[in-house]
């Protein structure tokens, strides 16, 4: 692969995805998109280039744009994030929904699906909230990872990290080799796919967003972007859980970390936006830290 093909798949996938590779990561875009090129017929990454160029590439595109993107994740991933869902962020909204009896929940980059999944786990075994109505919205911009999640299908070493077995028995059945998570649990996770670096509106408003090591591949630019459009998707008492390497700090004003809560973000009563300025408001203490 030549340096110009090199550079060229760095803009097509930052342009795409926001993916954002160094100079030195040529291997793992090597490694990544040969097997791709040899089962479109290419013999090289330049010929898959020479593809990518053509005018009607748009399917191969998005191939590329899955191959690339990282699907890291398993279930209860981290455990922190899912310690603060349950201890900080349900008993806060519990009290502040407790007439609308309704939380919706977004996982935005949600992979395979095994975050969304866990989320749904631990709200069922939340006896307090059997009656309420909880909508959670998974997004992913990889078709094929979105396609695994709805169905739900895990194998079984995808099945040993991070699943307690007590989960295990509780809401899998075992079909052949691999596990599937129960219908009722499938049922309480709406996937679509989604870019982050396009328009997300339309998705609504949410009370809890799950947005966790997906910023990092981000260049400053698109994280300052992505950040704010989430603030404006995130109700006035929302909260906002990022992974452990991620921040809102030099990024944004619109949220604020909840104290000794490493991870957790509120959104920030003190800040709202007008145009591209952060506009001071009067300060006002909010359920989650009150």
Same mark, same amino acid.
């Given at each position: ?12 996938? =930052?342009? %795409?995805? &926001?993916?954002?590779?160094?100079? /030195?990561? @040529? ?5 990544? *998109? +040969? ?112 396609? =695994?999640? %709805?169905? &739900?299908?895990?194998?079984?070493? /995808?099945? @040993? ?5 007590? *989960? +295990? ?114 300060? %006002? ?6």
């Amino acid at each position: 692969m030549t340096p110009t093909d090199y550079d060229f798949l760095r803009k097509l996938l =930052r342009d %795409r995805s &926001g993916l954002v590779l160094s100079a /030195e990561k @040529q291997y793992l875009v090597e490694s990544r *998109l +040969l097997p791709l090129a040899r089962k479109n017929g290419a013999a090289t990454l330049s010929e898959l280039v020479r593809q990518l160029r053509g005018t009607k590439a748009e399917p191969l595109i998005a191939d590329v744009v899955d191959a690339m993107t990282t699907n890291e994740t398993f279930f209860f991933r981290d455990k922190i994030p899912f310690d603060h869902f349950r201890d900080t962020i349900i008993p806060s909204l519990a009290e502040a929904r407790a007439k609308q009896r309704h939380i919706r929940i977004w996982c935005a980059a949600c992979s395979t699906g095994q975050e969304p999944y866990s989320l749904a786990i631990g709200l069922r075994e939340m006896a307090k909230l059997m009656d309420w109505r909880i909508d959670i919205v998974a997004t992913d911009i990889a078709r094929n990872v979105i396609e =695994r999640a %709805r169905a &739900g299908i895990y194998s079984h070493f /995808e099945i @040993q990290r991070g699943l307690p077995i007590t *989960l +295990l028995v509780k809401y899998f059945t075992q079909v052949g080799e691999s596990w599937q998570i129960d219908r009722s649990i499938r049922d309480m996770v709406k996937f679509r796919e989604l870019n982050l670096l396009r328009n997300f509106s339309s998705l609504g408003t949410f009370d809890v967003v799950f947005c966790r090591n997906v910023l990092i591949y981000f260049d400053h630019e698109t994280k300052v972007d992505v950040l704010e459009r989430i603030a404006r998707s995130t109700v006035a008492d929302g909260f906002l859980l990022l992974g452990a390497a991620e921040t809102v700090i030099g990024l944004s004003d619109r949220f604020r970390p909840v104290p000794d809560r490493r991870g957790l973000y509120a959104l920030n009563p003190a800040a709202t936006n007008h145009g591209n300025n952060i506009i001071p408001l009067a300060p %006002r203490v909010s359920a989650a830290t009150a």
